[in-house]
């Protein structure tokens, strides 16, 4: 959700059930007479597509010149960024695009340039979000030739590439769902003809009675052919004004993983072999309480603590899921206890704890991808199974409480004992990690679990 506090489908399964397997291979058998082959001209059934490798899931939320690519290097290599189109425009959608120069003097080419020297892949969020949609005067005009112009100018076909993708809006709330769809078709058409290997989001959409930052998914039905991803925020809220207090990221009272599910299943009904991007997710956390009067006053927050545990455990958690990635939101906050204004993983570009928890995830996990709940119990304890992209023998399991205050205890893990040779706890400095032990029992693995992650390595 943003607001402007803010600094500023069926696809292939990716696991199939054993049943599944089992009744298509007697349906296969059934469907053939006794002896006889089936046709082999008919369509094989695709592969089921792997999860993505946590480098490849994991993203970080970005504000043009207030980022420094190299602070954020040991986080991610993904970064989404809030491109105003006013600076590209000033107040004027029909005015000629030139770009990479934007019309206040920022030159795309040098700012997304140093992103990309430092390793990062650019998505570009288009944000017209605060430009009044009376500004548009012929919205599907205008929106097609800025669309052209940005893509030619930005995108992965350009002299020099810049973005691989773009989002058409972040929360365009102030746009009605008509407004909205005449503008995204027209960017859309306009970016397909600018550069067609660029890829194409949606902005924040959402299944069912929607909130006021997404817009419905009738907004973009029956334009499957001008988008790529359908992309949605969500945040951990256990109640939302006047506290906007959040819970622990597994919590299965709110809404957080549901809403998830519901786009999934959206995408798989209405939109097959579409991405789905979740750009939005995070946790505030700040050093100082809320003033005591003021719209702030009864704000609630989570520890620093807190957050590098939540974070971590939301992407471990989105891992799981059908999601193909999830960026945090934020970068870096100026410790402003209300909501967004503390949800930097750096508080004046000085590192919180989470920011070394986030490092540490991305350093171990990064080459990995999730492969199975090894258990999965709401409540009580989660280990999940991460296997190297390229040594699939070589394993990281993941375990802790999803909870939001376990105390630690000794747990059984379902991991062989003899397969295990390294375990360490998520760090929240920088100083060196902490080495976990563990004893075997009955063949498995015994070691004390929180709501900190434990890293376990096997082959």
Known sequence: MTTALHPLILRPARMLSLSAILIAAAIGILAYPAGAAP???APATPAPRPHPTMREFMGLNAHTVQFKPDLYAPVCRRVRDYHPIRWDIEENPARPT?????????????LYGSWVKSGFDVDACVQFDDLGADKWKDPAAEARAYGEAFARALGPSAKTPLITSAEIGNEP???????YRAIFEGMARGLRAGDPKLKIATCAVMTGKTDEWSKPMSSVAGLEDLYDVVNMHAYAFKELWPTWRRSFPEDPSIAFLKSIDDVLRWRDTHAAGKEVWLTEFGYDSASKPPPADGPWGKWVGVTDEQQAQYIVRSFLTLSATDLDRAYLYFFNDKDEAQLHGASGITRNFKPKPSFHAMAHLYKTLGDYRFARAAVRKDGDIYCFEYEHNQKPAEKIYVAWSPTADAKPAVRVLPVEAKAV???E???LTTDKVAKIDWKATEGKIALEISGTPVYIWAH
């Open 39 to 41: 046709d082999s001209s």
């Open 98 to 110: 030139v770009l990479p120069m934007a019309a206040n003097g920022v030159d795309w080419s040098s």
């Open 173 to 179: 709330s102030k746009y009605s769902e008509a407004q």
């Open 421 to 423: 040779y390294q375990a």
């Open 425 to 427: 706890a998520m760090p």
